[in-house]
């Protein structure tokens, strides 16, 4: 897994490298504008090359043989706006011809920003973002790159109007290569929302680019809502740091106050990182099956199917949970769908329950380490049955998921079920679940985003985990994760690994199953919620398209598989 960061907590680790001495300001911003270039070298190869690019080098370092490559760069009156000027600079030096735009006053830049525009001043001239607003009304964009350095991590309220709309159009011209730094400007770096004025203007179109270079580290904004969409590929450079990062982590150990920021470092599931082995390593646990082990060693999982016609979801949850490694799986079964699920079921067992006294009966057996409630299971059958279940089990905090219409019975109800729960239980709703048990911290996910940091999934996953003390999983493209004490984790199926063919009927029911049957192979709640969510990811992107939920376990094996060699 690897780390997601706040904005504060970068310009925390930047500040206290840059107080240690070991960096300036100016050397960081130089290394952010080095590796813009190359990474947008690396991301579109032919700008090496100018017969790949039609109009531009013989390669990196040689004279121009025909038109220069060129390039327009637009800068923000911050920082973000300093790493424009060092990227117009390297790309000047390499032959480019380079056009620089300014949204703001020259006269007001400060610090290394200003430092920076003094350099390219030597080199080019700089005109107005107005400028470039009315050559685009008159003439389109005609450039092979532009790049957006308007606003990075410091960007506080909306765009402007007229660069919301500028960006959008730039974005919509499919014949030049668009690049963020940092992050797409418009974009809150901590909740992934497009900032908004208070007052609803006509609509702009939303920009998406096509790169995002960022430094350090990932910033949660580009993994969750519109800043998933406008950051196009994400690439993440090196400036440096780490060391910085590994010593503030450090005076962890001793928290105080002032280290309180980088307390909460989140993660990007299914990154790996040779740092945090956080994820591999119950992973590995779950795929090395002991050769003298007992099925029962592996865990025994019991998901409650649903009446008659509605046993799918079960079924479906039962047979995630069996192929995800549980030794036993056992569905709980109405008398009048026994037969129905007889018919379809063979290494699964079945255990009739036909009321509450089965219901108690079965759940005394403590073999059964872990259950699933909710999946087709009915709102009225899951009212009755989820304080049953959880009632019996929290005394030895077995572990349990609720999904679908366990969570739904208790719409009216939210903390009836929240007094039940423990923090071996974990939570999966879609956003629809989840506004019927957290309607407040929904309608703030929903409200108009005017500030930043704005309200973000992180927030509302983390309060709901609090709220009910155990973990919840928001389901989405960006899935988050958290638990009741402050971990947060983002499965972020974007970019290249993008899922699309998961919203499938029954596809959320084998991932319930996932979890369950990770649980019963003794992983803890949030990392089975963590690793689940990845698995279910992976097996849709390798079914891809005509994906449909029955052939997500038997997806599995071959996920497993190209994870052991
Ligand atoms: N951290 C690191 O390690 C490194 C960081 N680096 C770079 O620094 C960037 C962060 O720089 P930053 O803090 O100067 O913020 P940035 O995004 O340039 O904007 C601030 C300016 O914009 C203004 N402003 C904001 N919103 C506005 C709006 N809607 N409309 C109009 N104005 C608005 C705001 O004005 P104010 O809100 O104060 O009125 C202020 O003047 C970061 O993203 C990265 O690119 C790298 O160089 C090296 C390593
Ligand atoms: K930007």
Redesign the pocket.
Known sequence: MAEVLTAAQ??R??ES?IASGAVT?AT??E???QGVVDAILAHWPELNHSEDAGSGMAGEGAVPTGLPLRAVVLC????????GFVIARLLKRKGWAVEVFL??DPLRLTG??KLNYTRWCALGSVQSDLDLIDRFADAGLEADLFVD?I??????????DRLADLLGKVAGCRTVRTVA???ASGIC?DSGRM?QPADPQPAVSKASFDLTVT??RAKRGHLSQEGALASGHLAIVD?G?DLAHQTLRRKLAVPSLEDACLGSISHWVGQTDDANPAFDVPLAGVLAKDAFGHKFRHGHALVFSGETCKTGAARLAARGALRIGAGLVTLAVPGNALSEVAAQVTAIMIAPVSGSGDALNLLQDSRLNALCIGPGLGVALARSLVPIALKQTRAVRRSVVLDADALTAFAAAPDDLFALLHSNCVLTPHFGEFTRLFPDLAQKLVARPTHGPAYSRYDAVCEAADRAGCVVLLKGPDTVIASPEGQVSVNAALFENQAPWLATAGSGDVLAGFITGLMARGVPAMRAAEMGVWLHAQCGRNLGPGLIAEDLPEELPHVFRSILS
């Open positions: 970068m310009r680790i930047e490298a300001g960081l911003m290394r952010a504008g923000g009156p911050g920082n973000n706006g300093g790493d949204f703001g290394d920003a350095a606003f990075g991590t410091g960007l506080t309220r909306a765009l402007p730094v940092d992050i770096t900032l430094f350090h400036i740091l």
